[in-house]
């Protein structure tokens, strides 16, 4: 029979070497820079990263999380390479390229908007720039929330009546590119938060109708256009799947439906993608 004793000392001594075994991997682990090797124009990119680790990407530090984990955004016209520069505690400075995959853009014609938005008189012209300016700033900050690393939800359910990226012409007048994704639903159905996040503007603008914008941290924002609603105030923290708003058909819109853009901080990415990530 085995001592009672020397059992004891086995365990004592398996439970050890495995603790080290599993502080040896997590270390190990830790030292890791994954980011993908291709993406497309419009992308989210979440790459992973040794924590405490000093990131760059076009001119701007990025945050890191606790684990290490690390998001920025491709714009729509973005070409060749995305340079994401890495120094890790303690070591030297790396840097990755990410190959930036181009997309086709189609042309959407939109008709039947009001004309005075899209050919706005002087007085107006002049309330959309202190508007859109406005929305500018509530994007130049974000916070160190981390809803940006959940799986997205839509925020409504319905067809796809607009993508993002597309070029549009406005009652024959050419207009910029489609900032997000328009998803048709009827006046008074809810939107829900498609990630957690905290309201960081709210207000009801010539062109965009009833505004919601939610900071999901890092960088990463949602904006809600068109809302006939407005369930949240700034500065309230939302929880994914909560009910921010209705669907409507306010500012420059033919029609009820939801445009739901996404951004880091000023730089536009593709909802859609975001959802199939």
Same mark, same amino acid.
């Given at each position: 029979?085995?001592?009672? +004793? ?9 439970? *050890? ?14 030292? %890791? ?5 291709? $993406?497309?124009?419009?992308?989210? $990119? ?7 680790? %000093? ?13 290490? &984990? ?25 840097? $990755? ?35 859109? %300016? ?28 607009? %993508? ?20 048709? +639903? ?25 505004? $919601? ?14 809302? &006939? ?43 859609? *993608?975001?959802?199939?990530?």
């Amino acid at each position: 029979m085995v001592p009672t +004793a020397r059992i004891n000392r086995h365990i004592v001594l398996h439970a *050890l070497s495995l603790l080290v075994f599993i502080a040896s991997a997590a270390h190990a682990d830790d030292t %890791r820079m994954v980011f993908p090797e291709r $993406v497309p124009q419009g992308a989210m $990119v979440i790459g992973k990263v040794p924590p405490g680790s %000093r990131v760059v990407h076009a001119g701007r530090e990025l945050r890191v999380t606790d684990y290490g &984990s690390v998001v920025f955004g491709v714009a729509r016209d973005a070409s060749g390479t995305a340079a994401v520069t890495v120094t890790p505690p303690g070591a030297s400075e790396r840097t $990755v390229r990410i190959a930036i995959a181009p997309r086709d853009w189609p042309i959407e014609r939109v008709d039947g908007v009001p004309p005075e938005t899209v050919d706005p008189p002087p007085e107006i012209a002049e309330r959309i720039g202190r508007e859109q %300016r406005a929305v500018a700033r509530a994007r130049e900050t974000s916070d160190d929330g981390i809803g940006f690393t959940q799986d997205f939800i839509r925020p409504v359910p319905g067809r796809i009546s607009g %993508r993002f990226g597309s070029q549009r012409v406005y009652n024959g007048t050419p207009g910029s590119a489609h900032s997000g994704m328009d998803i048709a +639903a009827a006046t008074g159905t809810p939107v829900k938060a498609p990630a957690a996040g905290r309201v960081v503007f709210a207000d009801d603008l010539y062109l965009t109708g009833g505004t $919601v914008l939610i900071d999901h941290g890092h960088g990463i924002g949602s904006n809600f256009l068109h809302l &006939s609603k407005m369930n949240i105030g700034v500065g309230e923290t939302v929880e994914q799947g909560e009910i921010i708003g209705e669907v409507g058909a306010t500012g420059r819109a033919t029609g009820p439906h939801l445009h739901w853009g996404m951004t880091w901080y000023a730089t536009r990415i593709d909802p859609l *993608l975001v959802l199939e990530r």
